[in-house]
């Protein structure tokens, strides 16, 4: 069985960190982590292990930092991605995350970094999306 529990949260006036880890029969399998800064969420990671792959634990993670978003008045998110993240480029855009950017040779001086954002976090959009993966997760 699939257990998410939260590893830290941390937050001041200015921000707030938060990282959440994926465990299966005691082992981690996944990690999430964000950053909200006044009124945005930058994701700077989201990971699961190889074999734990296509189990929906990235969508699972991905919820529960929207979660934290929505309870935290986000308006606007932001993350990067290598170009060649087929599966992560594939989730992050049912989720509503639109390319806005490239960085050149972001990873290892090799690969780019695609920069995905959400502009506006409430709209009916993103939330009808919300709605449907949180359904498909259950």
């Given at each position: 069985?699939?257990?998410?529990?939260?590893?830290?949260?941390?937050?001041?006036?200015?921000?707030?960190?938060?990282?959440?880890v994926a465990s299966?029969?005691?082992?981690?399998?996944?990690?999430?982590s964000a950053i909200i800064v006044e009124n945005e969420m930058q994701i700077t990671?989201?990971?699961?292990?190889?074999d734990f792959?296509?189990?929906k634990i990235a969508t699972k993670m991905l919820l529960y930092l929207f979660d934290i978003a929505c309870k935290n008045n986000v308006l606007s998110c932001i993350l990067e991605v290598r170009e060649n993240n087929i599966p992560a480029i594939n989730?992050?855009?049912?989720?509503?995350?639109k390319q806005i950017g490239i960085r050149k040779k972001y990873y290892a001086n090799t690969y780019d970094a695609l920069i995905f954002y959400i502009e506006d976090m409430k709209s009916q959009e993103v939330l009808s999306d919300y709605e449907r993966l949180k359904e498909d997760c259950v």
């Open positions: 069985a699939l257990n998410l529990s939260k590893l830290f949260c941390t937050s001041n006036s200015l921000s707030l960190s938060s990282a959440e299966s029969n005691n082992k981690i399998v996944g990690f999430c990671s989201v990971t699961v292990k190889s792959r296509n189990k989730l992050y855009k049912k989720f509503g995350f």
